[in-house]
């Protein structure tokens, strides 16, 4: 397993919580530029900074309307206790006020109602501004990875470009839908219950801010120490994931070796790791809350003592000293909140920014303005000292000179790394060549648009591409709006109409994600179908038949030979007996042609292709395998 894809099996582990800190706990992935990624994702949120200003008032005014609400009720407990403590000494006309409270329930009522109504309107209107934004950077990111060229999907693993389409993009939408408001709300309340508890008790307030140091110190401790053992339990469980994907994806491989035992054993050792970094990551992150409560409830017993001395001495109301009891309850909490949101902004921004190196790719060359469509194109193709190296400082192919006639067949042969599927992707475009010229029909293929040139194409490869769909629509795929007939037609010529038939559901099966209900080979027959349904002017087939039996490639070749008498062909070639009758054999080594002819002149010559060929039908052996 590359590390690349270890390193994706890691990132994407690492989103998961821990402990009841959350990610507070955990060390959040940092981006490389915090302040340049953040303002281009508030690009992104700009078009809807009305909304955004109106959910931030409506997140403000929920609040504050909660905040206010132990205030009010305290006013109703001084009185409740004054009407009490009257009746008690007997004074005249001591009653509870019963007018009071009903006019305090009711302003309560009102309050809570108000806030849950705001909470409801600004969780609406944020749940759009985090969709539409997410909507638009998906679309641009679709729009650009079709853009890309060959070389940047060559460059990178599927599996890192599917995280951050999907997992990095979910959890900038998360982020938008929920911390956001969270953190608005949590400092919202911090900055009203200071105010509230203020404006009942200054000294009541400094006597319970006196713990708060104490609290700062055992969570940074405890978060600093939990920290190293959480990157241990990631770098555990990206090992552990990059395990068990290798050894059941190929257990049969293990199993024929009969290396069991040493996967077992492997198993175990990545396991006991992550058991030992995860129980302690987990043992810290959860005793951090058991310490703040702690911490807290003695801060809570120094201002009930403290309070129960200013009742006494009647200097504060005791519904006053019960509001600031719920006060200072509410105060740990969105310190707690806000730290966590903001380890969640630092891995979303993380996040953003992996989607914009994305967007930041260099896209294909654009077309011309004056480029032109083909039609009607006859399949010449010339290659006019054509250059081209993946690496400037490794010079590939130099002075590569083909000439091709239209309906010509050329078989491109050779070892493993000569060019040959080079070759064709600067046929189609898929990278650009570093000098020279291509020509089809005699027009430069950079003066014609590229949807116009790959058209021009139809291309069965080794590794069969079908999606999660019907065999007919795979069979479809290949030319918009083609007839039931058609379809049924095309899988004559590649001889699948058979195999079709005889499963239950015939051309309405279904491929699953992978294709893996049919077999290999079945899989192959069904892309030379969809090729000879497309009908294209220029063929290309690389290595096409590599996947299907003898019994089977025979019938293939059959139909592929009348196909290709209409049409030029290009066919890379790993059995050379499948080349015979091409009218012309390229046989290529380190990007250069070394020989060419007819199969009967390449024999005669004795040369490279000789070799290859009596390598493969006497036993002898060559110095180079053909790829």
Request: glycine share 6%; hydrophobic share 45%; charged share 20%.
């Amino acid at each position: 397993m590359s590390e690349k894809r270890r390193e994706t099996n890691q990132h994407e582990s690492g989103h998961m919580r821990g402990g009841p800190m959350g990610p507070m706990t955990r060390p959040a992935e940092k981006a490389k530029d915090f302040r340049g990624t953040f303002r281009r994702l508030l690009a992104y949120l700009a078009p809807r900074k009305y909304r955004l200003l109106m959910v931030l008032l409506l997140a403000m005014a929920s609040t504050v309307f909660s905040i206010f609400s132990p205030k009010i009720m305290g006013m109703a407990t001084t009185r409740l206790f004054e009407n009490l403590l009257a009746k008690l000494r007997h004074l005249p006309g001591a009653s509870v006020d019963f007018t009071y409270i009903g006019h305090i329930l009711l302003i309560l009522a009102a309050l809570y109602i108000s806030s849950a109504v705001f909470a409801y309107i600004q969780q609406y209107i944020m749940a759009g501004v985090a969709q539409q934004t997410v909507y638009a950077m998906r679309r641009d990111i679709n729009d650009r990875l079709a853009r890309l060229p060959l070389q940047f999907y060559d460059a990178r693993t599927h599996g890192d470009i599917l995280s951050r389409v999907t997992n990095d993009i979910d959890n900038i939408a998360t982020t938008l839908q929920q911390s956001l408001t969270q953190l608005i709300t949590s400092v919202v309340t911090l900055v009203g219950v200071v105010i509230m508890m203020l404006t009942i008790s200054p000294w009541l307030t400094l006597i319970y801010l006196m713990v708060l140091p104490l609290s700062a110190l055992v969570t940074k401790a405890a978060a600093k120490r939990s920290q190293q053992y959480f990157i241990g339990q990631q770098k555990s469980l990206g090992e552990l994931s990059g395990h068990v994907e290798e050894m059941y994806t190929g257990h049969q491989i293990v199993k024929a070796f009969g290396h069991e035992k040493e996967a077992l054993a492997k198993f175990a050792g990545v396991n006991d790791e992550l058991y030992e970094a995860g129980w302690k990551a987990q043992f810290i992150s959860g005793v951090i809350m058991p310490l703040l409560s702690l911490i807290n409830n003695i801060g809570y017993v120094l201002v009930s003592v403290a309070g129960g001395i200013f009742v006494t001495h009647r200097t504060l109301a005791i519904g006053d000293l019960q509001a600031f009891m719920q006060y200072s309850r509410q105060f740990t909490q969105p310190i707690v909140q806000t730290a966590n949101i903001i380890n969640i902004i630092q891995s979303t921004i993380a996040s953003a920014e992996r989607v914009f190196e994305i967007l930041d790719e260099e896209e294909e060359i654009p077309d011309l303005p004056d480029a032109v469509e083909l039609e009607n194109t006859r399949g010449e193709i010339r290659f006019e000292d054509v250059r081209f190296s993946y690496n400037p400082h490794m010079p590939l192919i130099e002075d590569m000179n083909i000439d091709v006639r239209s309906g010509q067949t050329i078989a491109i042969v050779g070892p493993t790394g000569a060019g040959k599927t080079t070759l064709v992707n600067l046929l189609m475009r898929f990278y650009e060549i570093s000098g020279g010229r291509i020509t089809l029909d005699g027009v430069d293929i950079r003066d014609i648009k590229r949807g116009s040139l790959r058209r021009i194409f139809g291309m069965v490869l080794q590794d069969t591409w079908l999606f999660n769909g019907t065999i007919r629509d795979n069979i479809a795929y290949g030319l918009e709006g083609a007839t039931e007939e058609e379809i049924v037609q095309a899988a004559r010529a590649a001889h699948a109409d058979h195999f079709i038939r005889t499963l239950p559901d015939g051309y309405h099966t279904i491929l699953n994600e992978e294709a893996s209900n049919i077999s290999q080979g079945q899989k192959q027959l069904l892309t030379i179908a969809r090729a000879i349904l497309a009908d294209p002017a220029v063929l290309i087939l690389d290595e096409a038949t590599s996947n299907v039996d003898t019994r089977t490639e025979v019938y293939i070749q059959k139909a592929m030979l009348a196909l290709m008498k209409k049409r030029t062909c290009f066919v890379i070639a790993h059995r050379l007996s499948t080349i015979r009758d091409a009218d012309l054999i390229l046989v290529m080594n380190h990007g250069e042609i070394i020989e060419k002819g007819t199969h009967s002149e390449l024999l005669a010559q004795g040369g490279f292709y000789a070799e290859l060929y009596n390598s493969q039908f006497t036993g002898r052996p060559s110095e180079a395998t053909p790829a």
